[in-house]
């Protein structure tokens, strides 16, 4: 069985980037801003504020929750393996050394 990875976490960056923690342990990055700028269904995500405070994990994948109750099938939600093939791998930015 071929391996699909899975979000378990996503950070919102600045710019419209976030931070995607893989199963595997792996930070990437991902840019958000060229798929916002497309518009249509993703145009409310063009809100700061709506871009973050909508940003979740569904379906073991980045997504944004469009209607605030959580039903995977009405988010819109990236492929995690194109996600995992395409991000570029990045420090952990919540890791902070006292």
Same mark, same amino acid.
Do not use: E, S
């Given at each position: 069985m071929e391996w699909i #990875?899975? !979000? &378990?976490? $996503? &950070? $919102? /960056?600045? @710019?419209?980037t976030v931070y995607l923690y893989f199963d595997d342990g792996r930070v990437r990055l991902y840019d958000a $801003? #060229? %798929? !916002?700028?497309k518009g249509g269904v993703f145009a409310p995500l063009q809100e700061t504020d709506f871009f973050k405070d909508?940003?979740? &994990? %569904? @379906?073991?994948t980045l997504a944004w929750? =469009?209607? /605030?109750? =959580?039903? #995977?099938e009405k988010c819109i939600d990236v492929d995690p393996c194109e996600l995992y093939e395409t991000? $570029? &791998?990045v420090e952990d930015p919540l890791w902070v050394i006292s």
């Open positions: #990875p899975k !979000i &378990v976490q $996503a &950070v $919102a /960056g600045d @710019n419209f $801003a #060229p %798929l !916002i700028k909508r940003l979740t &994990v %569904l @379906n073991d929750d =469009m209607n /605030g109750d =959580m039903d #995977p991000c $570029a &791998v």
